[in-house]
């Protein structure tokens, strides 16, 4: 079974020209972080963290069964996703859900779960770690990666989005249907539906961008909204 180390090797490939210097001894990658003395938001500043979700028009992500509907699988918003997630250097997702695209088993990921103490490795995907934020912080899990600088995609669920948006999302990717209502369904943030999605990101200090629509007959248009400078 693939070791941690393995996992950072696996990232390594993907971090940035600063730890990638010639004749640089592996071990250097898998270091942790130097958390927390250098400043949680120095070290956080190397990271980019960018969530991105779909929605119905009243802010679910999936219906009462927590099943993401076909109404909210538009093809040109799954472009859009998997071209983040092509930029990214790690995706982060809880136990239920995952991107299905044919590049999904190579992307480096952790998977939260509490069924771990800290990070434990996945079963059967070699690049996967599961992870419990309770047992380990992000960056620490980071830095057990080899990971110390490049953007870091949220994929969701409900709680997992929560957790982020207290660390802090640089940015977040809100695309919605305005076909869809989804009511007593799965949502964005746990604050959702008493808050709508909007208010929730402003309130955590993001702002809108301006409105991209991805495909007029389906009703899907795209805010990325950003952290504040
Ligand atoms: N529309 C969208 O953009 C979008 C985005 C994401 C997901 N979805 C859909 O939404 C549904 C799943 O969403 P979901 O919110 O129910 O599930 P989820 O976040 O994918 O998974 C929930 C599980 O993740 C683990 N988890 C979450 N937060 C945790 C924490 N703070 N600490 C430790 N473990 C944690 C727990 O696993 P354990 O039970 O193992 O402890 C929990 O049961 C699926 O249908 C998925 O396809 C849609």
Redesign the pocket.
């Known amino acids: 079974m693939p070791s941690l180390s393995h996992f950072a090797a696996l990232i390594e490939p993907s971090i940035g020209a600063s730890a990638k210097r010639v004749g640089q001894p592996l071990s250097f990658l898998y270091q942790p972080l130097a958390w927390p003395t250098q400043g949680v938001e120095q070290v956080l500043g190397q990271l980019c963290i960018e969530g ?4 119905s028009l009243d802010g ?4 009462s069964r ?3 509907v076909d109404g ?1 699988k538009v093809e040109a918003d799954s472009q859009y ?1 998997l071209r983040g997630l092509d930029q990214a250097v790690l995706v982060v ?6 991107e299905d695209d044919a590049k999904a088993e190579q992307r480096r990921r952790l ?5 771990v103490a800290d990070l434990g490795q996945h079963p059967t995907l070699p690049n996967a770690l ?5 047992g380990i912080p992000f960056l620490e899990a980071c830095g057990r990666c080899g990971l110390i600088e490049g953007t870091v995609a949220v ?9 982020f948006l207290e660390l802090g999302f640089d940015a977040f990717h809100l ?1 919605r249907s305005a076909r869809i209502r989804l009511p007593g369904g ?1 949502p ?1 943030f746990p604050q959702v539906p008493t808050q709508t999605p909007e208010d929730v990101l402003k309130g955590h200090g993001l702002m809108a961008g301006p409105v991209e629509v991805l495909d007029a007959q389906a009703g899907v248009s795209v805010v990325t909204w950003m952290r504040q400078p």
Request: hydrophobic share 45%; net charge positive; no cysteine.
């Open positions: 991105y979700a779909i929605v679910m992500i999936a219906d927590r099943r993401m909210l996703f997702h809880g136990r239920h859900s995952q998977i939260l779960t509490h069924s599961f992870w419990n934020p309770a994929t969701g669920g409900t709680n997992v989005f929560g957790l695309s799965r964005v």
